[in-house]
């Protein structure tokens, strides 16, 4: 049983080397993509329904106990995110031959794709800092593979400065490795969580955690480091776009979740409370963005970094409440961002346009795509009964308890600014008079639409069927605040 | 001894960041290598260069090699001559398209 916690990050590793090899025949590559997809999802899937029954899976690489060997972590925290990142991605798998040109799926999509998911599987479940850094390098492999995927101006000169980006904090990321294991000597992160405390001065442990936090800040786009993200974020090929917005982003939010819940707790006066400020304006300036274009595709985009801030909220105000809204909003918002990429390919595709002031009317030919992309925008914003009100209430309701008043009402009022930016591309793009040059391929928009009809749906369960899940999400938030769960189920004392 | 690689270390950081900071694509990628070389060093640093015995279990062993960050720096090193190459045919590419090699000259917000 235990062996099987290895197998989300080792199955997508070898379907991504198999697709690689099978390239050239590019039907076969597909239908193997989304066969492959659809197993990996059913057996995650089973893989989570077992933890959620059972308690955590602990697997040791190698068979060495915890401190010495790499444990992998099948926690309900974690699995529940790869469960997520295999229903986007099969999603993605669907709605990615409809809107690839051949020759962009022959250039190796399908074993990227696969290379990408078992890297954000391996960051979600692994139990040891420098294994961390080490699927991170390979999930962001991956990404530099997909983003230039197509080749254009534009596109590569924005590759470049996203490459560069992730490469100065990647370095930053062995830095900060190195200067924990001088302090504490170890780098597994539930051995770091009981050794911590140990730690004669304990300043020089919060200022570590401080550059480990820029490190993931940078990935997770917080203020002010934000600013690589709408550009190398819009560039590419829209499935590439939602495969990105929905995890990439996420994986940096997860790490600080557990790094800041699990081993720098003893500062939470200077560590927790500079992450509300920068909640606060993370939340602001992306919002600010968000209403300052007319691309289409750069308002979704802008619109991943509000969220950022939503989660990032919850962790600085670090209460169980607070965390159980951010694991929540965490959930949905990587359905929620995955479901408006893949509406706005489609929408892009049907009027055939990214500028806002040059269509109009898309609703009178395409209702689907139009009233399910009204719905992803409720949702987006937080409108009940929808998942991002269950997220927001909890944060809010920890906001207020913590006296942050400030704080709860930017995130109010951003929320209201991320449903006026939503509105504007319904009301210009889909209302008004039948724009010229609409799309005539009824068929193919249709098939575009039915993979964000899908993540929608989901994401109505999530908000609609919160009874059913957010005892979860509270016994996992409790599990993230108590840490001992964690630690003993790691190193098995 | 771990003073000297320190300090090397923070000169090989100083030089990296000035080349980062430069205009040209192929100085820009010179900056990272020598970035990723003073972390290296420094992840070696940061355990004491230790000497004495290999680190086997064998008795009367007092003073060993720590084997740890030695495994770690193998990892980045492989890892980041990867990148390295991938951002150079990346930079290759970018100037054959772009027809610059100026960072000042990449800006702009057209996204065709």
Known sequence: ????????????????????????????????????????????????????????????AGGWAAPYGISIVGDPLA???????????????????????????????????????????????????????????????????????????????????????????????????????????????AHLAERVETVEQQGVLTAVGMILFFVFAVKAAVFPLYYWLPNSYVVPN?????????????????????????????????????????????????????LSTHNVKLIVTYNIIPAVGFMLMGIGLYTPEAIAGSVYYLMHDMVIKGALFFLIGALVIAAGTKDLRQMSGVIQKYPLLGWVFFIASLILAGVPPFSGFIGKILLLEGGL???EFLLVIVALLSSLLILLSMMRIFVYGFWGELMDGLSNERKRIRQLTIPGVVLVGLAIFLGIGAEFVYPQIESISNMLYERTDYISSVLKE | MEIILTVLASILFSTGIYNLLQKQLLRIIVGTVLISHGAHLFLLTMSQVKRGAPPLLVDD????????????????????????????????????????????????SDYD
């Not at chain 1, 039907?27 to 933890?51: E, M």
């Not at chain 1, 022959?106 to 850094?133: E, P, Q």
């Open chain 2, 61 to 108: 062993v007092s003073s060993y090699t720590d084997p740890l960050p030695q495994a770690l720096i193998l990892t980045a090193i492989v890892i980041s001559f990867g990148v390295t190459s991938f951002l150079l045919v990346l930079a290759y590419r970018t100037y054959t398209l772009n027809k610059t090699d100026n960072m000042e000259e990449m800006r702009g």
């Open chain 1, 1 to 60: 049983m235990i062996n099987l916690i290895f197998l989300p990050i080792v199955l997508p590793l070898l379907a991504s080397v198999i697709a690689a090899l099978l390239t050239k025949k590019i039907k076969i590559t597909r239908l193997f993509s989304q066969i492959t997809s659809v197993v990996f999802l059913i057996f995650v899937g089973g893989l989570a329904f077992y933890i959620f029954q059972n308690g955590s899976i602990v697997g040791q």
């Open chain 1, 238 to 290: 829209p499935v590439v776009s939602a495969l990105f917005g929905a995890l990439l982003t996420k994986v940096g939010i997860y790490s600080i979740i557990r790094v800041y819940t699990l081993i720098f707790v003893h500062e939470t006066a200077i560590t927790h409370s500079i992450f509300i400020w920068l909640a606060m304006f993370t939340m602001i300036f992306g919002v600010i963005g968000a």
């Open chain 1, 401 to 403: 308890r913590q006296e």
């Open chain 1, 79 to 189: 699995i529940l995110l790869v469960l997520t990142t295999n229903i986007i991605g099969t999603a993605a798998i669907f709605y990615a031959p409809r809107i690839l040109e051949e020759k962009q799926e022959r250039f190796y999509f399908y074993a990227l794709y696969f290379l990408l998911i078992a890297g954000v599987s391996g960051a979600f479940m692994t139990g040891d800092l420098f294994n961390l850094f080490v699927f991170f390098e390979v999930l962001l492999m991956a990404s530099y593979g997909l983003i230039v995927l197509g080749n254009g101006k534009a596109q590569l000169r924005e590759s470049f400065k996203y490459v560069l980006f992730n490469l100065f904090s990647s370095m930053l990321f062995i830095v900060s490795v190195a200067y924990i294991y001088a302090i504490t000597g170890t780098v597994n992160l």
